[in-house]
Nanobody, 130 residues
Framework: QVQLTQSGGGLVQTGGSLRLSCAASGRSFNPYGMGWFRQAPGKEREFVAG????????YYADSVAGRFTISRDVAENTVYLQMIRLKPEDTAIYYC???????????????????????WGQGTQVTVSS
């Protein structure tokens, strides 16, 4: 089992910045790719960013590329999502998640597919005011 505890988020004005954190506990964190997803009211949960187990590869949704950065601190068992130049359309509940490291699905596809993830954080609200 992997437990994921999120922190960060809140209310920010358009153009502002926020950083989300996701601390992992339980099983060894290292093999797990990690992802951030978000869900706005009335919409499906969507991929935001993903990073592989050793942090060498990161992937982003087109809507956030160039504004969001995912990173991980292996020693601290924590993954981060740094968000800059926030827009009202970024408003959503954000979830971190850990993906099955033993899946045979190619890495990029695995990290971007919500159904590949086994463990989820509790979610944190991000609200961007216009």
């Amino acid at each position: 089992q992997v437990q994921l505890t999120q922190s960060g988020g809140g209310l920010v004005q358009t153009g502002g910045s926020l950083r989300l954190s996701c601390a992992a506990s339980g099983r060894s964190f290292n093999p797990y790719g990690m992802g951030w997803f978000r869900q706005a009211p009335g919409k499906e949960r969507e991929f935001v960013a993903g990073i592989n187990g050793d942090g060498t590869n990161a992937y982003y949704a087109d809507s956030v590329a160039g504004r969001f950065t995912i990173s991980r601190d292996v020693a601290e068992n924590t993954v981060y999502l740094q968000m800059i130049r926030l827009k009202p359309e970024d408003t959503a509940i954000y979830y971190c998640a850990a993906v099955n490291p033993w899946s045979s699905t190619p890495e990029r596809t695995r990290l971007m597919d919500v159904y590949e993830y086994d463990y989820w954080g509790q979610g944190t609200q991000v609200t961007v005011s216009s």
